[in-house]
Nanobody, 127 residues
């Protein structure tokens, strides 16, 4: 019933920008905090960024700071990850995830804190 579908990935050159979308169905996005994760080739999923339910608090992994930005459009039930100044190190499968009951004042940085996951969208950045 609940489904998250990521889109917007593709092949980019270093310095380019991409905007990833996460369209949710079967739930109201306004009830969830949003996380984005990346799985680089041969590696585990790692935390990229977070946006709380109110949309007023964000947090990013160090490599994403200053380049990536998470936003949400609750009316469209869609979350976004804007990625600027892309680097080859950004290459991987990007997943969105939703946390229904986040800890107050905390940032969910681990996979186990999230209730729903998308299937991912591939981002490949060449030099």
């Amino acid at each position: 019933q609940v489904q998250l579908v990521e889109s917007g990935g593709g092949l980019a050159q270093a310095g380019d920008s991409l905007r990833l979308s996460c369209k949710a169905s079967g739930l109201s996005l306004s009830n969830f905090a949003i996380g984005w994760f990346r799985q680089a080739p041969g590696n585990e999923r790692t935390f990229v960024g977070y946006l709380n339910r109110s949309g007023r608090r964000t947090a990013y992994e160090d490599s994403a700071n200053g380049r990536f930005s998470i936003s949400r459009d609750n009316a469209e039930n869609t979350a976004y990850l804007q990625m600027n100044s892309l680097k080859p190190e950004d290459t991987g499968i990007y997943f969105c995830a939703l946390d229904r009951q986040p800890l107050l004042g905390a940032v969910a940085r681990t996979q186990g804190e999230y209730d729903y996951w998308g299937r991912g969208t591939q981002v490949t950045v060449s030099s």
